[in-house]
């Protein structure tokens, strides 16, 4: 299948990858860290919300009300003055602070007490976490005070069926975009620096042919990036005990294709780029919005409705939804038929793209 | 019998700072060249010399006339010329992390051949150097390698592109004696340079462009005789330095 030329070629970029240790060593730093970062995050038990409570009520109420949120697990009250309090909350030692009035308990049940609530605007994302747990306790306080017996109540069972935490759901969204970057910046980069260093005009002079050198580099490159990305998966299973439930082979089959469908990206971006500043720019064009549309940290259904239909069909989409259904609910080949049909459309693009764009003589020049 | 033949070959720009005006890099350049000559192509910075060798080579395409190099046409059949030819270019860098001896193997693999590294590296005297990167040679090793892969392939015609351009005077003379060996053997040589020195040195044949054109082709001594303004004391003739100055003015070019 392949002529000598191609795997003495592919050989010697294998061997040019991979004494650049260095460059391997950082590719694998990054997503490291930001497993270990989002397993840990997510090993049990959320951090006490810290809650501080100005008193300014003398009533029973007040310190009834003060006692439960202290009883409360998911807070960590402090007690104290309106000003020292304000001033933890500007120093972000406190989520927010409630202050509660003089007249917390007078005529309670005529009209309503207001509950002051102080907030740092950087700290607004957690109101929407801490309001139904404060109402919550209110009502309580409401329920004991006006006699009231609540109508519901929640009991939780846990079925502790195959528990999906959220690293489980990330990894393969992790592993789709770290081997995205991986390639584009593998084929990108180093078009743009051989031709730099006018690497490709010596090869140019030699009877070398465009798919001899492109089938070398996409061939060293993907196994170099397979290797990246075991080093991460069995970092994943072994240290994070991270389950993947589908068939192993299968799952490597959509890291192998959603590889080569980046390359051939990288090789497009690499021959339209002139210089490392343009292809660091037109990589992150292409990088960026797939890191936010594509599903990699957060479904895409949770996405805004009108943006849905585009983020299912970015490449990196098919990619990370392929691996993740094989990974997370054990998926076959042919149930993810929508994924590889996807990756394929995408490999035809991009390889056609990258055929029409890569010319040797005006990419040399 | 000329191993090239160029007649008449031309290469269009469009002008850097007008991109609809073109203007011509190279100007109706005709040249012969014989088997066995060492050929200099001489000329201020922008004269065309470059982009001439890179027409010869493959490297651009040709815009007008026609060149023959060992009787295959460089218009229909850049891939077969590239077979019989050697190139130097300026730019003399290579891939990282790959020794010598690797790299000239890769060239060979290029041209589907088995010429043996080390033989090569002792042909420009680096064999000692087979397992160091390119990155840790000097100058004038530098370039003595960029040569060695350019012989992957044992060609009839050997380009080099400003061959000695930055090197200290020992480099410089240690290059000469390998050009003209490689001659010695057969093999016909075709230079730029701006090296008068070299010129005068090393080259059978002198051809001197500017602005695109050929403007004085001959031997050292008879471009000399020529058009080298006599000492008005010395009873001999300027150098070739004189020569290409007089043929090409004194104003500064970039």
């Known amino acids: ?365 | 019998m000329p191993i090239i033949e160029v007649s008449d070959l031309a290469k269009q720009y469009p002008l850097p700072d007008n991109k609809s005006e073109k203007f011509f890099a190279v100007n109706g350049v005709s040249l012969a060249i014989d088997a066995g000559e060492i050929f200099g192509i001489l000329g201020p910075n922008g004269a065309g010399k470059t982009t001439t060798l890179e027409m010869l080579e493959g490297l651009n395409d040709i815009d007008g006339g026609t060149a023959i190099i060992d009787g295959i046409s460089v218009n229909d059949n850049p891939y077969k010329v590239k077979e019989v030819i050697g190139v130097q270019l300026q730019a003399n860098e290579y891939f990282d992390n790959v020794n010598l001896e690797e790299l000239l193997s890769l060239f060979a693999a290029l041209y589907n051949n088995n010429a043996d590294p080390i033989a090569l590296l002792k042909k420009v005297q680096l064999e000692e150097k087979a397992k160091a990167k390119p990155n840790n040679l000097s100058g004038g090793q530098k370039q003595r390698f960029s040569i060695a892969c350019a012989l992957v392939n044992e060609p009839k015609v050997l380009f080099l592109d400003e061959p000695t351009t930055g090197l200290d005077p020992q480099a410089k003379r240690n290059l000469w004696d390998l050009v003209r060996n490689l001659n010695n053997a057969g093999m016909t040589i075709v230079l730029t340079t701006h090296n008068m020195e070299e010129a005068e040195e090393l080259c059978d044949r002198i051809a001197i462009m500017d602005k695109g054109k050929i403007i004085a082709e001959g031997t050292p001594q008879e471009l000399i005789l020529e058009y080298a303004p006599e000492p008005p004391e010395a009873p001999l003739h300027g150098d070739l330095e004189d020569v290409f100055l007089a043929l090409t003015g004194h104003e500064l070019r970039e």
């Open chain 1, 1 to 365: 299948m392949l002529t000598a030329l191609q795997r003495h070629l592919t050989s010697v970029f294998l061997k040019i990858f991979w004494r650049d240790r260095r460059s391997i060593f950082f590719s694998l730093f990054f997503p490291v860290i930001f497993m270990t970062v989002f397993s840990f995050a997510n090993s049990g038990e959320q951090d006490p919300i810290s809650v501080g409570i100005v008193n300014n009520s003398s009533s029973a109420v007040a310190t009834d009300f003060s006692e439960m949120l202290i009883a409360n697990p998911l807070f960590d009250v402090t007690l104290g003055d309106e000003p020292a309090l304000r001033e933890a909350l500007i120093a972000g030692d406190q989520t927010m602070v409630l202050v509660l009035p003089q007249d917390f308990d007078t005529n309670l049940g005529n009209t309503t007490s207001e509950i002051n609530v102080v907030v740092d605007a950087a700290q607004v994302s957690q109101l929407g976490l801490i309001m139904p747990l404060l109402e919550q306790t209110l009502l309580a306080i409401e329920r004991e005070f006006r006699d009231i017996e609540p109508m519901f109540s929640i009991a939780i069972e846990d079925v502790q069926a195959r528990s999906q935490r959220y690293i489980d759901f990330l990894l393969p969204g992790l592993m789709a975009f770290t081997l995205m970057q991986l390639s584009i910046a593998g084929s990108g980069f180093n078009i743009v620096e051989y031709r730099r260093k006018g690497i490709l005009k010596r090869l140019f002079v030699t009877p070398i042919e465009p798919r001899d050198f492109i089938t070398a580099i996409v061939l060293a490159r993907m196994a170099i990036v397979l290797v990246q990305l075991s080093v991460l998966i069995l970092f994943a299973v072994l240290l994070l005990d991270i389950r993947i439930v589908g068939n192993f082979f299968a799952y490597y089959l959509v890291v192998i294709l959603g590889t080569i469908v980046f390359l051939c990206q990288g090789f497009c971006l690499g021959s339209l780029a002139k210089t490392q500043e343009a292809i660091g720019a037109l990589g992150n064009i292409v990088i960026m919005p797939q890191i936010f549309l594509s599903g990699i940290f957060y479904p895409i259904e949770s996405m805004p409705e009108w943006i849905q239909p585009v983020a299912h069909l970015l490449p990196l989409s098919f990619v990370s939804t392929g691996m993740r259904e094989i990974a997370n609910a054990g998926a076959t080949l042919l149930e993810i038929y929508p994924s590889l049909i996807g990756i394929a459309v995408w490999f035809v693009i991009s390889f056609v793209a990258a055929t029409r764009l890569f010319l040797w003589k005006e990419v040399a020049n």
